[in-house]
Nanobody
Framework: QVQLVESGGGSVQPGESLRLSCTASGSIISGYAMGWYRQAPRKARELVAS???????NYADPVKGRFTISRDNAKNTLYLQMNSLGVEDKAVYYC?????????WGKGAQVTVSS
């Protein structure tokens, strides 16, 4: 069983930044792909960014150039640096890991962007 705990969410104004963290327990993360997803009110959950064990990453078009996903395997932690936040980025952000035993989700972190 893998437990994922997100932190770093909050309320900011447009143009500001936040950094989300996702700390894993129950398993090391170094060999697995991980990702950040988000779900806005009345919308389906969508992939924001993903990163494989070797460090290569991919981003959804709406966040390219503004968000950066990274991982610190020594700290068993995944990060999402979010810059130039806009109202369209308001959502609950979830961490996900894909292991050989299946996929696991965190409970989410709320990000609110309002002027």
């Amino acid at each position: 069983q893998v437990q994922l705990v997100e932190s770093g969410g909050g309320s900011v104004q447009p143009g500001e930044s936040l950094r989300l963290s996702c700390t894993a327990s129950g398993s090391i993360i170094s060999g697995y792909a991980m990702g950040w997803y988000r779900q806005a009110p009345r919308k389906a959950r969508e992939l924001v960014a993903s990163i494989i064990s070797g460090g290569s990453s991919n981003y959804a078009d709406p966040v390219k150039g503004r968000f950066t996903i990274s991982r610190d395997n020594a700290k068993n932690t995944l990060y999402l640096q979010m810059n130039s936040l806009g109202v369209e980025d308001k959502a609950v952000y979830y961490c996900h890991i894909s292991t050989y035993r299946g996929g696991y989700w965190g409970k989410g972190a709320q990000v609110t962007v309002s002027s």
